[in-house]
């Protein structure tokens, strides 16, 4: 995925979601792919604040 920017902003975030973009063809929202921890607070003030994904991607199943 890329990168995510929210450029000049104040910003404190544990986390953020994972969704398919748009709403489903039955008019519903599209359902939570996955949730990301970022292990605690990340902040930004008055400045950029960065997501940035792995080159291999966001999410990766394994056997359980």
């Not at 940035?52 to 056997?63: A, R, T």
Request: charged share 10%; net charge negative; proline share 2%.
């Amino acid at each position: 995925a890329d990168d995510v920017t929210w450029a000049a902003s104040t910003i404190t975030a544990s986390g953020c979601a994972i969704f398919k973009k748009g709403a489903l063809a039955n008019g519903t929202d599209s359902p939570l792919i996955c949730f990301l921890s970022f292990g605690g607070n990340k902040s930004s003030s008055a400045g950029n604040f960065q997501i940035q994904f792995h080159s291999s991607g966001i999410l990766e199943l394994g056997n359980c």
